[in-house]
């Protein structure tokens, strides 16, 4: 087992989103003793709270993953100059019901990748004006806008040379971000 589990949540539902490779190449930037996982967040229902006595499986499945994890990078996708609704569904679901949020104190990272030239800039603001209110402390420096361009990601699914040091050297930051803040393990 890792010293750290790391959820990452992938605010894009297609296959190949470019978000979802970012996820991937961050997923080698990490060191040993993190692992990045992507957890689901395709099979949740819409957020209604008048089901949260009674949450699908897959719902105590998310807040469960997230539960677990030492900290949070979201990666995220900018649909009209905010965050995709799958990815605010599944932060609204994992926040409720009142006062048995699992996002409290988790600490964050956000990324993202976009076509626009300035990729998912406005998206992140949003997100972090929502991490802010979940009580997650959130990594404000280096930020991480990048446009998607030929040669951002390499035929293995890395990112690309070019861009490879700045995403390390983000890695290194959220590293030591999530040293920082998270709550030591229980047994």
Not at 15 to 34: I, Q, V
Not at 109 to 132: E, F
Not at 138 to 158: N, S, Y
């Amino acid at each position: 087992m890792s010293d750290f589990e790391i959820a990452l949540v992938v605010g894009s539902l297609r296959k190949d989103s470019f978000n979802r490779r970012m996820a991937h190449a961050l997923e080698k930037r990490a060191p040993k003793d993190f692992h990045l996982r992507e957890v689901r967040i395709d099979d949740l229902p819409l957020y209604n709270q008048d089901d949260e006595k009674s949450p699908s499986e897959s719902v105590k499945r998310f807040k469960g993953e997230i539960a677990q994890a030492d900290g949070v990078v979201f990666v995220t996708a900018e649909y009209n100059r905010s965050i995709p609704g799958v990815l605010k569904n599944a932060i609204d679901h994992a926040s409720r019901p009142y006062g048995e949020s699992v996002w409290a104190g988790k600490p964050a990272g956000v990324v993202g990748v976009s076509i626009g030239a300035i990729g998912t800039a406005i998206a992140q603001q949003h997100l972090r004006t929502v991490l802010a209110y979940l009580d997650m402390p959130t990594l404000g420096q280096p930020e991480v806008f990048i446009q998607m361009k030929d040669g951002l990601f390499d035929a293995d699914g890395d990112i690309g040379e070019a861009s490879r040091k700045f995403l390390q050297g983000w890695m290194d930051r959220y590293v030591a971000w999530v040293k920082m803040h998270a709550k030591p393990r229980r047994g």
